[in-house]
């Protein structure tokens, strides 16, 4: 009999990637499983769930949740505790202080990160935050300390970081180099470097500045200082920096500040209007055109129907809406960019890394189960024509997603011209040639860069 169990560490903390890769590992013995710190909005996840009991509701913010669903909850509890016993192991080997870090990385529920971050900047060290659900007057607040004390605040919400080619949280093998990348997103950070460095380059330092940094209430604060910082920093020789459109007046800032600067800059603001720039500032409409990466592109295959779009990366969905748009074509997202023609849309690009489909489950990233989900039902749908991917491997990924990919396509009765890019390089992992080499093996087409995948699937339908 199906049944929903729930076990309470009291006062025990796991990083929050940790959990989620046991999750994943009790995920296969067909259960259906979420570790969660027992803060109210986690609660309230498990409960929407269906993964709460009472047990669990008695959970204190100080506590874990360990919760199961299925004919084996209770073998799965079992399991969890080992899989916690063993991981907490390895970390007690760790020592309790490192004098010489000068980097903080903080990964734990968002109503718990501010006061941490606040602690490690009055200490003098630069702060990455990984955790979200960070309010945004804490997150105006922590920039403004560590402006005043000339630190870098990456986050909340950062989940990429290059840091002295140390690559940080969700990111890739990238060899050192003299180019400086400031980016709100993470997925837009590893496309850029990962391009970069498939191109030859390489880079200096990759900043994460978190996804509201360059809105009206935050101001741009951590932008800019990174690109004081990486103007300061005599490895790096001209700078790219990523986003989505800021709010009006912070753009302003932005181009005015990047104009000052002694060396050439890229504002790769995706989905923005035409930009006055000084002659020193180049604007890129894509990722791809920001890296200064060329692909060579051919495609034989015609196809009809509507594109569906299944990324796991909210900037790769951004850029390929772009180029589909630059196309002529309407299309749709659960995460649209400016401009976009909505209303009637045949196409839609559908970002898996949302809110809306990671409450109580990983990100599909870590766990590309959910994407697997959403290609069968679109490899099942007679209106679709093409489907279109992103592949991202790189450290905190998935070990195998194109396998994960492969799988689904080789059990459908029903073929489609399947369409990918892999974001990711040689020394990743999972190995970039690995991973198109496996895609190809079950008739993918992948491209050179998500945008050139995009081009390819416009084109498959200009035939």
Same mark, same amino acid.
């Given at each position: 009999?199906?049944?929903?169990?729930?076990?309470?560490?009291?006062?025990?903390?796991?990083?929050?990637?940790?959990?989620?890769?046991?999750?994943?590992?009790?995920?296969?013995?067909?259960?259906?499983?979420?570790?969660?710190?027992?803060?109210?909005?986690?609660?309230?996840?498990?409960?929407?769930?269906?993964?709460?009991?009472?047990?669990?509701?008695?959970?204190?913010?100080?506590?874990?949740?360990?919760?199961?669903?299925?004919?084996?909850?209770?073998?799965?509890?079992?399991?969890?505790?080992?899989?916690?016993?063993?991981? +907490?192991?390895?970390?007690?080997?760790?020592?309790?202080?490192?004098?010489?870090?000068?980097?903080?990385?903080?990964?734990?529920?968002?109503?718990?990160?501010?006061?941490?971050?606040?602690?490690?900047?009055?200490?003098?060290?630069?702060?990455?935050?990984?955790?979200?659900?960070?309010?945004?007057?804490?997150?105006?607040?922590?920039?403004?300390?560590?402006?005043?004390?000339?630190?870098?605040?990456?986050?909340?919400?950062?989940?990429?970081?290059?840091?002295?080619?140390?690559?940080?949280?969700?990111?890739?093998?990238?060899?050192?180099?003299?180019?400086?990348?400031?980016?709100?997103?993470?997925?837009?950070?590893?496309?850029?470097?990962?391009?970069?460095?498939?191109?030859?380059?390489?880079?200096?330092?990759?900043?994460?500045?978190?996804?509201?940094?360059?809105?009206?209430?935050?101001?741009?604060?951590?932008?800019?200082?990174?690109?004081?910082?990486?103007?300061?920093?005599?490895?790096? *020789?001209?700078?790219?920096?990523? +986003?989505?459109?800021?709010?009006?007046?912070?753009?302003?800032?932005?181009?005015?500040?990047?104009?000052?600067?002694?060396?050439?800059?890229?504002?790769?603001?995706?989905?923005?209007?035409?930009?006055?720039?000084?002659?020193?500032?180049?604007?890129?409409?894509?990722?791809?055109?920001?890296?200064?990466?060329?692909?060579?592109? +051919?495609?034989?295959?015609?196809?009809?129907?509507?594109?569906?779009?299944?990324?796991?990366?909210?900037?790769?969905?951004?850029?390929?809406?772009?180029?589909?748009?630059?196309?002529?074509?309407?299309?749709?997202?659960?995460?649209?960019?400016?401009?976009?023609?909505? *209303?009637?849309?045949?196409?839609?690009?559908?970002?898996?890394?949302?809110?809306?489909? /990671?409450?109580?489950?990983?990100?599909?990233?870590?766990?590309?189960?959910?994407?697997?989900?959403?290609?069968?039902?679109?490899?099942?749908?007679?209106?679709?024509?093409?489907?279109?991917?992103?592949?991202?491997?790189?450290?905190?990924?998935?070990?195998?997603?194109?396998?994960?990919?492969?799988?689904?396509?080789?059990?459908?009765?029903?073929?489609?011209?399947?369409?990918?890019?892999? /974001?990711? /390089?040689?020394?990743?992992?999972?190995?970039?040639?690995?991973?198109?080499?496996?895609?190809?093996?079950?008739?993918?087409?992948?491209?050179?860069?998500?945008?050139?995948?995009?081009?390819?699937?416009?084109?498959?339908?200009?035939?």
């Amino acid at each position: 009999m199906t049944s929903v169990k729930n076990l309470v560490r009291r006062g025990f903390y796991a990083d929050s990637v940790a959990l989620m890769r046991i999750a994943r590992e009790l995920q296969k013995g067909d259960v259906e499983a979420s570790l969660m710190i027992g803060s109210p909005s986690n609660k309230a996840l498990l409960k929407e769930s269906g993964l709460l009991s009472k047990e669990g509701a008695g959970a204190g913010p100080d506590d874990l949740i360990i919760a199961v669903k299925g004919k084996r909850a209770s073998e799965a509890l079992v399991l969890a505790e080992k899989l916690l016993i063993s991981g +907490s192991s390895d970390a007690s080997s760790l020592p309790a202080e490192l004098p010489e870090a000068n980097l903080v990385l903080i990964s734990i529920p968002g109503e718990f990160a501010a006061a941490e971050a606040r602690k490690a900047l009055e200490r003098g060290l630069h702060v990455m935050i990984f955790s979200d659900n960070v309010p945004l007057k804490e997150e105006v607040a922590l920039k403004r300390l560590a402006a005043s004390k000339g630190l870098l605040l990456m986050g909340p919400d950062c989940g990429t970081a290059l840091i002295n080619g140390t690559p940080v949280a969700f990111a890739n093998a990238v060899p050192r180099g003299d180019i400086g990348i400031v980016a709100a997103s993470g997925t837009g950070l590893q496309e850029v470097s990962c391009l970069i460095a498939r191109s030859g380059g390489g880079v200096s330092h990759g900043i994460g500045v978190g996804g509201r940094d360059l809105s009206r209430e935050v101001g741009g604060r951590m932008t800019l200082a990174a690109l004081d910082a990486l103007e300061a920093d005599p490895a790096t *020789r001209r700078i790219i920096v990523i +986003s989505k459109p800021p709010a009006p007046s912070v753009t302003k800032t932005i181009v005015a500040r990047a104009g000052r600067s002694r060396k050439p800059v890229v504002l790769c603001l995706l989905g923005s209007k035409k930009i006055k720039t000084p002659e020193n500032v180049r604007l890129a409409r894509t990722l791809e055109e920001a890296a200064g990466f060329k692909p060579k592109e +051919s495609l034989k295959a015609k196809a009809k129907g509507r594109i569906a779009g299944l990324f796991c990366g909210g900037t790769l969905c951004a850029e390929a809406q772009i180029v589909l748009m630059d196309h002529g074509l309407k299309v749709a997202s659960n995460a649209p960019v400016p401009g976009a023609r909505e *209303r009637g849309a045949p196409h839609v690009l559908t970002d898996l890394g949302d809110d809306e489909f /990671t409450r109580g489950r990983p990100h599909p990233m870590i766990d590309p189960a959910l994407r697997n989900e959403h290609l069968e039902r679109a490899l099942k749908d007679r209106a679709v024509g093409v489907v279109l991917l992103d592949v991202v491997i790189g450290y905190g990924a998935h070990a195998d997603p194109a396998g994960l990919i492969s799988s689904v396509l080789n059990k459908s009765k029903r073929k489609l011209l399947v369409i990918a890019s892999v /974001t990711g /390089t040689e020394g990743d992992p999972q190995v970039y040639s690995r991973q198109v080499r496996t895609l190809k093996g079950a008739g993918v087409v992948v491209a050179g860069s998500n945008a050139a995948a995009a081009r390819l699937a416009a084109a498959a339908l200009e035939r």
